[in-house]
Nanobody, 121 residues
Framework: QVQLVESGGGLVQAGGSLTLSCEVSGRPFTYYNMGWFRRAPGKEREFVARISLTGITTDYADSVKGRFTISRDNVKNTANLQMNGLKPEDTAVYYC??????????????WGQGTQVTVSS
């Protein structure tokens, strides 16, 4: 059983920064591509960023490009999301996910419980 535990959420003013961390346990971390998603109040869950098994390849939603950076530490079994230049519209519950990739398609098998990020204007 794979477990994901997010941390690092909180309340921050617009323009500020937060770093989210996701610790993975239960199976080898390097089996999984890692992703971050978010769900804002009243909205569908949306993709934020993902990172490949080795950390070489990353991808971002247009709304966060240039502000957010995803990384992973394959020794500490963590995936991180550095968020700079936060905006009120970034307010959401953020989830990390672990999954597999095949033919360019990602299947996220395991999810964390989420961490709240609130950005005040």
């Amino acid at each position: 059983q794979v477990q994901l535990v997010e941390s690092g959420g909180g309340l921050v003013q617009a323009g500020g920064s937060l770093t989210l961390s996701c610790e993975v346990s239960g199976r080898p971390f390097t089996y999984y591509n890692m992703g971050w998603f978010r769900r804002a109040p009243g909205k569908e869950r949306e993709f934020v960023a993902r990172i490949s098994l080795t950390g070489i390849t990353t991808d971002y939603a247009d709304s966060v490009k240039g502000r957010f950076t995803i990384s992973r530490d394959n020794v500490k079994n963590t995936a991180n999301l550095q968020m700079n230049g936060l905006k009120p519209e970034d307010t959401a519950v953020y989830y990390c996910a672990a999954g597999m990739e095949s033919g360019g398609k990602y299947d996220y098998l395991y999810w964390g419980q989420g961490t709240q990020v609130t950005v005040s204007s």
